[in-house]
């Protein structure tokens, strides 16, 4: 695919793997809407970019907000070919435990402001000869993670839209894919280290690169959902058919990764 003249709309995009979209599609010859909250942040990652790209702060949790950053999009360049639904947030902990506000701001942010996005984006998106819509899930919207319940479900709920709005759209030359990965090593996990379950470390670290290349990948090929790595999406859909098993290897899995978050958390 050429992706040269292509203008790429990211959100999450002022770090981690936001930031590594931008980057690996500004250096293929993209045009990168850059959206998140923090003006400056969103500058930074701009001015290390090849490509031509403009700065949208953008809070995706509000609706106004997310119409700006399509209109932004629409009045500068013109059209609109690619939407990578990065954006995302999480507050760790039971249930009992969590704020109302917090449980209610990732569901804000992780599913409805995809939703949110993705319906704005459509119209544009389907005047293109080629067009995309990414979202950034997790293999927690795989089996239903403990301690991370209200995350967990916003990531299965982003799943079921993805497959669905992919149905939707399959006589269209747009193709909606879903890049659901394990951990990854960005502030996302590292900076919140300890409220970070054990059965998290478990799996292997993938990078924010890593992550954005199966996005670029999602968008050549519209392969439908993409597991990074692939070992831990199979584990976890098996986790989820079978919770039995799941049961049965927890202890193992969650010794082996207190072991290695031990290891991440004396390099910090």
């Known amino acids: 695919m050429d992706f040269n003249g292509c203008v790429v709309v990211v959100t999450g995009a002022s770090s981690g793997v936001g930031e590594a979209c931008a980057k690996l599609f500004s250096s293929l010859g993209a045009k990168v809407v850059l959206a998140a909250r923090t003006a400056s942040d969103l500058e930074r990652v701009a001015s290390g970019l090849p490509n031509e790209a403009l700065v949208c702060p953008t809070d995706v949790a509000d609706s106004a907000s997310c119409q700006q950053l399509i209109d932004k999009t629409m009045a500068q360049f013109g059209h609109l070919d690619i939407l990578v639904n990065n954006a995302g947030f999480n507050s760790r902990g039971e249930v009992i435990d969590m704020s109302l506000d917090a449980m209610e701001r990732i569901i804000d942010i992780n599913l409805k402001a995809p ?91 993938s990078s924010a690169e890593q992550v954005a290349q199966a996005v670029k990948d999602s968008v050549v090929d519209g392969k439908r959902e993409r597991a990074i790595p692939v070992s831990s999406g199979i584990l976890a859909t098996t986790a989820y058919l079978m919770p039995g098993l799941r049961k049965g290897l927890r202890p193992v899995l969650e010794a082996k990764g207190r072991k290695i978050k031990a290891k991440y958390q004396n390099k910090v």
Request: proline residues 7%.
């Open 115 to 205: 939703m949110r996005l993705s319906r704005l984006a459509l119209p544009h998106l389907l005047k293109a000869n080629q067009a995309s819509i990414v979202n950034v899930a997790s293999l927690a919207g795989r089996f239903p993670l403990d301690g991370e319940a209200s995350y967990s479900a916003s990531k299965f709920g982003l799943r079921a839209f993805s497959l669905a709005l992919a149905e939707e759209l399959d006589e269209t030359a747009i193709t909606v894919s879903l890049v659901s990965p394990g951990p990854i090593k960005t502030g996302f996990i590292m900076d919140e280290i300890d409220e970070v379950p054990d059965l998290v470390f478990s799996q292997p670290m």
